[in-house]
């Protein structure tokens, strides 16, 4: 049978394709030098050694092996499974209900953690998303610097209908990717090998992506087109008002075939995120059957944020031999950002009748606390990143000895204007509430209290800094005598940057073993003599992974730029297997890994919904370790689907947040901040020692569910759920050792019900079927159960100096229909 999809690859040219809808495929290679093509289905390969004359032309057929039927969407990826990056499948994004709509979805086959359904951004193993590391086509990409909120964010920079292949690490990576602490996410843009496109709408917006080949083969370009607006998903919200945000980005990537060995490509990117937002009001239910509050505020004001971001980037390739490549990349990444806001509310915050035999059973009986609070902010951020890279690599023998080597300079001019303050006014009390400028007081009495603003931010700073990096890694692979498989790969990287004079070098390795174990399958009727290999890769990896500083860790809680800050270190340790096996008659793939991470000279910070909130100064140590498991197969055959379970513990350590309690002759706590007459007669010193991390989340379960209709199989169903354990938080005054509280868990549940349109593999001549090859329409629940998930949470105090944390809420249950058509 016709196998679509089929990855084709050619070594050592990095040419991709992939087979249509009827198994056929055309690439275009380079003549009078020696290829491997490399074809990959579902963890099968078939590779070949291939030599072509100028103008010569070559049918090659082959089979593929397959020990079980492949459906329509199938969906498992493919990839080189003793390497620390796994493969992952693009396609999938379309078929993921999810309110997100980016290749981030994708991630849900990898241990990645999300604590928000509106926000890009995801935590690896303990990791802040400002340790991930995201690469398009071997460039590095960046997010906007000012976001504070998910629904400020808008598309993030990879579009998924053109992307061709993921490869993602949770830890252990080479030498050959940058200076985090957590995770790579390394995309390619998909070469286009003959006329494509994909068109898809739903409520919340739509795209086009367009690609062709011209005739003579050389010219080829692959570009997307996104427009959303995230408007009907806001208005679930707690807080209504007049949500107004338009996002949209152009990308395009251009690849010419010069004459001889020499090919240039260019990739492109245009993006503008438009937030506008007028609040009206809030009402918000919180407490148990026991203390039962409502929080209700009435806003004036508006917020207005826009970040606009441009990307370009031009890379020659050259290959002097048959197994080497040369590589020339220069790229300019620019981003201007705009965020303002004048926010002011009236809160009242009112205790609820209880009695459930009470016929005002729900309504407000009392109150608690009322007051005000005006948000301001005039910031202005410019930042532009331009980068020069030479890459380089050579097969020494075609077989089992790769050697890999970069060099980069780097640099980086920002230019950040800050203008931030907020006043809290409590039934008439500005609060916090300090003492008096004057030093009056009166006998155990607070003193006269003056206005003082709150989370004041007052800086202008202007940075110009140059980094030059390094790196060099070879792989070994060999086999023993008995058929057993290793591989090694041993890297070295360094990076130096003039601002603060440092040097830091990153020492990296993996190793795979693949053993021979045989296992007869007796049970087997049907080949009962016939003795198979268990199909079991163990693989280890490890090594010191530096973070240098990029501007929002530098920049601390006052707006000032630290310029002692020093680079963030991280030392890794992971093991797992990757096995893959046969269960009902179909095959399932099982990885399993555990995990150390060691830190030293962290940058504390803390979290307003998706904005961190840096400290600037190297004052942590911490840990993180945990398991994750993974497992997908067709647990209903024909389709593909995925399970993640991960446990995960991380904690860190503050060097300088010891504090004391004082108290006077009578033992009565002098509380912060007051004034007494009495004398301090007694104190007492507290070292907190290790705290939860901020992405301390202990247990994840990820799901992604496929199945169909038995008689009509046309009619399908993905369900998407995802359960995660509550994160760390406390008071927002920046003393870490309180954040020690755990929100609620997150759990969410999203259901789509999809219609095939039009079937690739089967043949239809009406007039549609000529000019798309496969439509889709789904309608898609959001939030099916309705569940008040927890992003953070407003802090609200009453005359009294009590605190009640509120929770802030994210978006609850949403119906979309989503159109999805290929031609």
């Not at 359904?117 to 991930?132: I, T």
């Not at 005002?360 to 009986?365: K, S």
């Not at 907190?688 to 992604?704: N, S, W």
């Not at 959001?782 to 105090?797: C, P, R």
């Amino acid at each position: 049978m016709p196998v679509p999809g089929v990855n084709i690859f050619i070594a050592p040219d990095d040419i991709r394709g992939n087979t249509k809808d009827n198994g056929d495929y055309r690439i275009i290679v380079p003549a009078n030098k020696r290829i491997k093509i490399v074809f990959s289905f579902l963890g099968n390969t078939k590779s070949f050694d291939l030599l072509f004359s100028e103008g010569e032309e070559r049918e090659l057929n082959t089979n593929i092996s397959l020990d079980f039927e492949v459906g329509t969407a199938t969906v498992e990826g493919t990839g080189d499974r003793q390497k620390p990056m796994r493969s992952l499948d693009p396609r999938i994004a379309n078929y993921i209900p999810s309110p997100r709509g980016g290749i981030e979805d994708v991630l849900i086959q990898a241990p990645v953690n999300f604590t928000s359904e509106l926000s890009s951004s995801y935590s690896v193993r303990g990791g802040s998303f400002d340790e991930n590391l995201v690469y398009v086509n071997d460039i590095q990409v960046y997010r906007p610097f000012l976001i504070r909120a998910g629904q400020q964010e808008g598309l993030s920079f990879p579009n998924p209908d053109m992307v061709d292949n993921i490869e993602f690490s949770a830890g252990g990576f080479e030498a050959k990717y940058g200076d985090r602490m957590s995770s790579v996410l390394d995309l390619k843009y998909r070469k286009p090998q003959d006329f494509r496109g994909a068109i898809s709408g739903s409520l919340l917006g739509g795209s086009l992506q367009l690609e062709d080949l011209s005739k003579n083969g050389k010219f080829s370009h692959n570009s997307g087109f996104r427009y959303r607006n995230n408007s009907y998903v806001l208005g679930s919200l707690d807080v209504q008002g007049d949500y107004n945000p338009s996002y949209m980005d152009f990308q395009t990537y251009l690849s010419y075939q010069a004459k001889g060995n020499l090919s240039f490509h260019f990739l492109g990117n245009y993006a503008r995120n438009r937030y506008n937002f007028i609040p009206q009001t809030r009402e918000t239910n919180i407490g148990t059957i026991n203390e039962a509050l409502r929080l209700t505020i009435f806003f004036d004001g508006q917020e207005v944020s826009q970040f606009e971001t441009g990307f370009g980037a031009v890379s020659m390739n050259y290959q002097p031999t048959e197994l080497s490549m040369l590589k020339l990349i220069v790229s300019t990444f620019q981003t201007y950002e705009q965020e303002n806001f004048d926010i002011q509310g009236q809160y009242f915050l009112d205790e609820l009748e209880q009695d459930l035999g009470n016929d005002d059973f729900g309504d407000v009986v009392s109150n608690r606390g009322v007051g005000s609070f005006l948000e301001h902010a005039r910031n202005d951020l410019e930042a532009r990143v331009t980068s020069i890279t030479h890459k380089g690599y050579n097969d020494f023998d075609a077989s089992n000895h790769y050697m890999q080597w970069g060099l980069t300079f780097q640099n980086e001019a920002i230019t950040d204007r800050l203008s931030e303050w907020t006043l809290v006014d409590s039934a008439g009390y500005a609060s916090p509430r300090p003492a008096d400028s004057l030093g009056y007081t009166n006998p155990g009495l607070q003193s006269f209290r003056n206005l003082e603003l709150q989370d004041v931010i007052k800086a202008q700073n202007e940075l110009q800094s140059n980094r030059v990096m390094a790196y060099v890694q070879d792989s070994y692979d060999w086999e023993s005598e008995g058929g057993a498989k290793y591989t090694a790969n041993l890297g070295i990287r360094g990076q130096y940057w003039d601002f603060n004079n440092e040097t830091v070098i990153s020492p990296r390795a993996n190793f795979s073993y693949t053993p021979v174990w045989n296992v007869n399958k007796k049970a087997k009727k049907s080949r009962p003599d016939t003795t198979f290999q268990r199909d079991i890769v163990f693989t280890a990896a490890g090594g010191y992974y530096y973070q240098p500083p990029f501007y929002r860790e530098m920049r601390g809680l006052d707006g000032t730029v630290n310029q002692d800050i020093r680079a963030q270190q991280s030392i890794h340790a992971v093991v797992g297997a990757d096995y893959i096996f046969n269960a009902w008659g179909r095959p399932f793939k099982l990885v399993a890994e555990a995990y150390y991470k060691d830190y030293q000279r962290l940058i504390p910070y803390e979290i307003e919904n998706v904005r961190l909130r840096y400290f600037a100064e190297n004052s942590a140590v911490g840990y993180a370790y945990g398991t994750d498991v993974m497992v997908n197969g067709e647990f209903i055959k024909g389709v593909q689907s995925w399970f993640r379970a991960s446990y995960l513990k991380t904690e860190e350590n503050l060097l300088n947040d010891e504090y004391y309690e004082y108290y006077n002759a009578e033992g009565e706590r002098i509380i912060p901040g007051y004034t007494f007459d009495q004398n301090i007669a007694d104190s007492t010193r507290f070292v907190p020692g290790y705290i939860p991390r901020p992405t301390d989340q202990r247990f994840t379960f990820a799901m992604f569910f496929q199945d169909e209709m038995p008689r009509w199989p046309d009619f399908k169903v993905q369900i998407r759920l995802y359960y995660g354990t509550g994160l760390p938080y406390g008071p927002p005054d920046f003393e870490r050792y309180k954040d020690i509280l755990r929100t609620t868990s997150y759990r969410r549940v999203d259901v789509g019900f999809s219609k095939v349109l039009i079937d690739p593999n089967k043949e239809n001549n009406r007039k549609i079927h000529k000019l798309f090859k496969e439509a889709m329409l789904s309608v898609e629940v959001f939030n099916l159960l309705g569940i008040n998930n927890t992003i953070n949470h407003t802090w609200i105090e009453d005359v009294n100096g009590n605190n009640y944390a509120i929770p802030n809420f994210l978006t609850g249950r949403r119906i979309n229909v989503k159109l999805f058509a290929k031609f």
